[in-house]
């Protein structure tokens, strides 16, 4: 079974400030980790994957095998990163996606 | 993105109605989902499709069925509306490589 734990229902900042969204995972097997934003009014969107070991609106994330983690940073939030965040997992090969409940990150002024 | 759609954007019903949900994409993919988002309790698995003649089951897919009538539609039907099936849901497709997500702009069903 796969499994995926977003700790934090709610992240609030302050603009300037270091951010770092949790996500813990549980799977057996070779996985395939992703991190999805919301913003408000707005469908849901890929923010980055992996695989791709790529930054994407200066947001980074890592996946640490060892400690089964995949955690979202930005060194510096912005208020225009207030959204709801989603860690997701796939097994590689399995096109079954297994979601986090989400973080709402919220970066005040 | 577009190239999902979703119809109706939001329905309000009764107990005990027939209700469908449509989607259609233009992305040419063959794998298809539906999923319901509860705030605190994220996204989760209805129905998925791998292509026209593959349907297979999500977590939570008791009151729920589904038609794939084309590569291009999949369709979600609540056979008898609860009130407990209110929520956001959301078709997505994802692509044959990377296995990225593509979601529709949901529906928001409220069951009275």
């Known amino acids: 079974a796969q499994r995926v734990t977003q700790p934090e229902k709610l992240l609030s900042v302050f603009k300037g400030a270091p951010v770092e969204l949790k996500c813990n995972y549980s799977?057996?097997?070779?996985?395939?980790l992703f991190w999805y934003v919301q913003y408000s009014r707005q469908r849901l969107q890929l923010l980055l994957r992996?695989?791709s070991r790529e930054s994407i609106k200066g947001f980074t994330a890592d996946l640490n095998k060892g400690e089964t983690s995949f955690h979202l940073k930005k060194p510096f939030a912005q208020e225009e990163d207030s959204a709801m965040y989603y860690c997701?997992?796939?097994?590689?090969?399995?096109?079954?996606?297994?979601f986090g409940r989400g973080t709402s990150l919220i970066v005040h002024p | 993105d577009a190239d999902v759609t979703q119809t109706p954007r939001n329905r309000i019903t009764k107990t005990g109605k027939r209700i469908m949900l449509e989607c259609s994409q233009t992305?040419?993919?063959?794998?298809m989902y539906w999923y319901r988002q509860d705030p605190g309790l994220g996204l989760r698995l209805i129905y998925y499709?791998?292509?026209?003649?593959?349907?297979n089951k999500g977590e939570i897919s008791d009151g729920y069925s589904v038609s794939r009538q084309a590569q291009a539609k999949f369709s979600l039907s609540l056979e008898s509306a609860i009130p407990n099936q209110t929520a956001l849901y959301f078709c997505?497709?994802?692509?044959?490589?990377?296995?990225?997500?593509?979601f529709g702009p949901g529906t928001r069903l409220t069951v009275l």
């Open positions: 997505a497709t994802s692509d044959p490589f990377f296995d990225t997500q593509y």
């Open positions: 799977y057996s097997g070779s996985p395939e």
């Open positions: 992996h695989i």
């Open positions: 997701a997992l796939s097994g590689r090969g399995s096109y079954i996606p297994t």
């Open positions: 992305k040419g993919h063959d794998r």
């Open positions: 499709s791998f292509d026209v003649k593959d349907i």
